[in-house]
């Protein structure tokens, strides 16, 4: 039998590194809007929605107990739904049509680590391993 693949760090995580590109790909789409296009309360929110979905896997994953790390895919799951939120928000406001190539690609990444958080959590929570502070015999 084939044993499941098992990371080192958070950085090698598949829905990590989908979740630094979505927050790269905000980054990129504010850099390329006019100070004037969004206000500063809808930059900072979705500056930071789309940020939290990475940390949250980060910190979640370093916490060393399933348990904890099930709570953080959670938050970050919601993250990602929050920043897929504004970007349909984004998507629908006529002043910002220049961007909707852009917008439209990174709802794809929103809505694609949100699908690999839910059968990660699903997976983990169907799972005996219990984290580095439950050692069992696996």
Known sequence: MKSPMTYE????????QEAIRLAEGVDDLLSSMNNNQLSFSKRD???????SVSNNIAEGFERGSTRDLL???????????????????????????????????LKELSLS?????????????????KGQRHPNSK
């Open 45 to 51: 929110q979705i500056e930071r929605c789309s940020l």
């Open 71 to 105: 709570r953080f895919i959670y938050i970050a799951r919601g993250s990602a739904a929050e920043t897929r939120s504004m970007l349909i928000l984004f998507e629908r406001r006529p002043h910002l049509s220049d961007f909707k190539s852009q917008i439209v690609h």
């Open 9 to 16: 760090q958070f950085e090698d995580l598949p829905v990590w």
């Open 113 to 129: 680590c949100s699908k690999q958080l839910r059968a990660w959590a699903a997976h983990l929570q169907n799972s005996d391993i």
